[in-house]
């Protein structure tokens, strides 16, 4: 895969123009655990959400963007990425390396760590075993 | 990659108008224009011919005399010929250079590397829509000042200053007024015969004409002096050496007639089609903000501030779209335009503003299209944020 | 490629015809949409494009990295950048340059001494070569950059920069050489001269005027002249002259690929006319003994002024040089060949005849009848008076 002519990787210009499950849950959705990073005010922030089921296994990954490319198309394929996977996968998925693997600039290393602090900060939300799934929602902790 | 790009940047470099293309065509021919005008022989001497008849059109452009345009590589060139030229052969005589905070970085940089030689710059801050008042100038001046550098059109926010009274107050005071008109010249009437303006600074580029080519206006009647730049050969009243580049500057020649020809044809075009964008923009868009004085502004620039979007993500997004984000000589680093900042818009604002700039070229279809593109690519940026 | 029939151009050392490949190349530039290599969109990445390969195609001509090239408005610009880029600033230090040099250097350094440098010139022979003993004895600890050139404008006599590079880097001096007549007509290697900055110029290699370029290396610290804008890496400021800067590149290449044709060709020319030139009477080669451009003769013709007998051969259609084009019409003996020991009033009768690929040997033969002629009628008129 070669950098496109804007200077980004392919798939970093793909997720951009059409970025994956973007938006948020509706409010009440049952199950679904979120953090925040980044300030729009220093150029970007994030908002992840984590929709679980009764084993903390992520169902769906939504999320808020506010940012430059690489930091919308971060949140895309990290959304993609945790799909399906345990819990402790968001709070251990390294955005850095994903970046790294996109061939990010440097000065663009700062996008993935607040992608990856709005998805530890999603993961600490998660309070313990969840009661019957049906029953209970986990609140998205307040920031 | 394959879709058509609009070109709306005409403020960072304006195409070749068809006719000077042929004329700088017609001068690089084994038939043409091609000796150095420098020497002796009939070649020689044609080229030379064809040299002082663009310093005529140059000229008549902005009613000055032929004698008092130097060519130069270009506008920026212009501008350190000028500041630098009159801080060094003036220097005895005071060291204090006044300027704007929301000049090209052309007079930015130079005016921040005398300051490193000892000379005391003060750095005006224009009023929120860009304008300066000329009494704000006039304020400034001191015993020891001895230039003045104000642009005539600002060439992110298109606002055009108020260069006659501004002129008046440095007059009045014995200090010299330099004036970048890189971004006006051809596109508001400009009689040097009745401003107090005693250098000024052109581009062929902004024009029509080709890249690389400038020319630097210096008031004969009072006489200005000046140390030069680049020595070596006496070329241009000993002012800037180097063999003249004649296609160039046959191509900047007629493409100041050209300007002088149609400028109200042109400016009128022009302003049609950017009342035109600012509308579509608005309908679609109606939290954009217009930044600058909305009147008194050259009519082709119109810079746009679209808030709650980053403005990186907004400008890649309008990709088909070719707009800048502050001025092109920033456009490499990120940092938000310091011509908004310097205005008291916010980064996050200034930083989520696009200049369009439209030119001779520009149709309707392409200013619809534009505003279609912008108004849908922010609704979605704006959408991932919500 | 045929000149105009009534015209025969014998004064490439002023500049060149554009080479119509060169026209071609830089054609598409001029007609368009193009944007300016500072803007990121579409437009402007494209421009930046065809700038970073014709930055690759002058780099390769001297055997340069193409983040060495520093492109500018010309040799002279260049020059200055090099001298005024070294040196301004600071000012203590001592600098060298030849006797011969261009106007383009020497001026600069002349600037540079009314800042307090110690400007000094090194001497040449009669031959126009530089004094190497002399320099031996000027260079000490205080020398910050010595300039040389590779080949003379006036004379063509080329100079040993590789052995001036090496004994200025023995003093820690950095090393110019002003090689805007050398490059394209014989083989220039940046690396192998061993020095630190090198002037080219465009269109002394049939390509477009208003373009040149500094070759730079990272020893040296070079301040910049023209500040605003950042680009060419904060060196020299100001939107590129795109056409202009793809037409070097077109020309730098071509250049580089005929290069020993080129060089045959022209020294054939050369010696033809060198051979007519020892039959006419009271004709004198400067710097024959030296080792020269293949290109280019300078003569002095006893009882004549140079500029009248320029003016003459105008008449006959051949356009030629009493000198350097930038001081024509100054009537001052040429410093050049002053500096070789010339008297002032054979330096008065120098004719600059400098070969380009556009001439032929019938051009030559055209300039030897013309200049028989002209020498004769003035040799008859003086006998009559």
């Known amino acids: 895969m070669g950098t496109t002519v804007t200077g980004y990787h392919a798939n970093v210009w793909q997720h951009f123009r059409a970025p994956r499950n973007a938006g948020m849950f509706a409010p009440g959705t049952p199950g679904v655990v979120s953090g925040r990073a980044g300030n729009a005010q220093h150029g970007r922030e994030v908002e992840m959400a984590l929709r679980l089921d009764e084993d903390a296994r992520i169902l769906e990954c939504r999320y808020r963007v506010y940012g430059c490319p690489a930091t919308i198309a971060l949140c895309s394929l990290a959304s993609e990425a945790l799909r399906g996977q345990p819990l402790a996968a968001a709070a251990t998925y390294s955005v850095l390396a994903l970046a790294e693997s996109l061939r990010l600039a440097a000065e663009k290393r700062a996008a993935a760590l607040v992608v990856e602090d709005a998805l530890r900060e999603a993961a600490a939300g998660y309070n313990g075993p969840l009661p019957p799934y049906a029953a209970a929602t986990v609140q998205a902790k307040q920031v | 990659m394959n879709d058509k790009v609009i070109y709306l940047d005409y403020a960072a470099t304006t195409p070749v108008d068809p006719r000077v293309a042929v004329k700088m065509a017609a001068c690089l021919t084994q038939e043409g224009l091609y000796a150095n005008p420098a020497s002796a022989h009939t070649p020689g001497r044609n080229a030379r011919g064809a040299v002082e008849r663009a310093r005529s059109q140059v000229a008549a452009l902005v009613n000055a005399q032929p004698g008092e345009i130097i060519f130069t590589s270009g506008a920026t060139e212009s501008d350190n010929l000028a500041i630098k030229g009159v801080a060094h052969f003036y220097k005895d005589k005071g060291r204090h250079i006044v300027t704007a905070r929301t000049e090209h970085k052309a007079v930015l940089d130079t005016c921040r590397q005398l300051e490193r030689e000892g000379f005391e710059i003060t750095w005006l801050k224009p009023d929120a829509d860009g304008l300066l008042p000329p009494q704000r100038v006039t304020q400034a001046l001191r015993a020891d000042t001895i230039l003045v550098s104000i642009m005539h059109v600002n060439n992110e926010i298109g606002v055009a200053q108020d260069i006659a009274a501004i002129g008046r107050g440095t007059r009045a005071r014995g200090v010299l007024f330099h004036v970048d008109a890189a971004q006006s010249a051809g596109k508001l009437p400009i009689d040097l015969n009745m401003l107090d303006v005693d250098l000024m600074s052109f581009s062929g580029h902004k024009l029509y004409g080709p890249k690389g080519i400038g020319a630097l206006y210096v008031r004969r009647e009072p006489r200005v002096n000046l140390e030069a730049l680049i020595h070596g050969g006496g070329h241009e009243g000993g002012l800037r050496s180097g063999t003249l580049a004649t296609h160039q500057i046959v191509g900047m020649g007629e493409a100041f007639a050209l300007a002088q020809a149609q400028l109200a044809e042109d400016a009128g075009h022009v302003a049609a089609l950017r009342e035109r964008l600012w509308r579509g923009i608005h309908e679609l868009v109606p939290e954009a903000l217009l930044n600058g004085h909305a009147t008194q502004r050259v009519a082709g620039i119109l810079n746009v501030s679209f808030p709650g979007v980053e403005g990186e993500s907004l400008l890649f997004a309008c990709c088909t779209l070719a707009v800048s984000s502050g001025s092109a000589c920033n456009s490499a680093t990120r940092e938000p335009s310091y011509v908004l900042r310097a205005l008291g818009r916010e980064d996050e604002v200034a930083g989520s503003s696009l200049r369009f700039s439209l030119g001779r070229f520009t149709t309707a279809a392409e200013v619809d299209a534009a505003a279609r593109i912008v108004g849908e690519e922010y609704r979605r940026l704006k959408s991932l944020a919500a | ?385």
């Open chain 3, 1 to 385: 490629m045929s000149l105009k029939a009534t015209s025969i151009y014998l004064d490439h050392n002023a500049t060149t015809p554009l080479d119509p490949r060169v026209l071609e190349a830089m054609l598409p530039w001029l007609q368009g949409i193009h944007g300016n290599p500072s803007s990121v969109h579409r437009y402007g990445r494209a421009a930046r494009a065809a700038l970073d390969t014709a930055r690759q195609q002058v780099a390769a001509l001297v055997n340069a990295q193409p983040a060495q090239v520093i492109f500018t408005s010309g040799g002279t610009e260049a020059n200055n950048l090099a001298l005024k880029g070294v040196c301004s600033g600071t000012p203590d230090g001592r600098l060298l340059v030849s006797a011969v040099e261009h106007a383009a250097v020497l001026e600069p350094a002349e600037t540079l001494a009314t800042q307090g440098w110690r400007v000094r010139q090194l001497p040449v022979d009669g031959d126009g070569r530089l004094d190497m003993q002399a320099l031996d004895d000027m260079l000490d600890l205080d020398v910050r950059l010595v300039s040389v050139m590779r080949a003379n404008n006036e004379t063509g006599v080329l100079q040993d920069v590789q052995a001036v590079a090496g004994r200025a880097h023995g003093y820690g001096a950095l090393m110019h050489t002003d090689a805007v007549q050398a490059a394209g007509r014989i083989p220039v290697d940046f690396v192998e001269l061993g020095v630190n900055l090198m002037t080219l110029s465009a269109h002394k290699l049939n390509g477009p005027r208003g373009v040149g370029a500094l070759i730079v290396d990272k020893r040296v610290d070079l301040r910049p002249q023209l500040t605003g804008g950042g680009q060419e890496q904060g060196l020299r400021g100001g939107t590129e002259d795109l056409a202009g800067v793809i037409g070097f590149g077109k020309a730098a290449e071509l250049a580089h690929s005929e290069l020993a044709v080129r060089a045959r060709q022209l020294q054939a020319l050369r010696e033809q006319m060198e051979a007519g030139l020892k039959c006419i009477a009271g004709i004198r080669i400067f710097a024959a003994g030296a080792e020269r451009l293949p290109n280019t003769v300078q003569i002095g013709v006893e009882g004549h002024a140079g500029e009248m007998l320029v003016m003459a051969l105008d008449r006959h259609g051949i356009a030629v040089s009493s000198g350097s084009a930038c001081h024509s019409g100054s009537g001052k003996p040429s410093h050049v060949l002053l500096a070789m020991g010339v008297d002032a009033a054979m330096a008065r009768s120098a004719v600059r005849i400098s070969l380009g690929m556009d001439n032929t040997a019938e051009n030559v033969r055209a300039l030897l009848t013309a200049l028989a002629a002209v020498t004769a009628k003035r040799a008859g008129a003086v006998a009559l008076a």
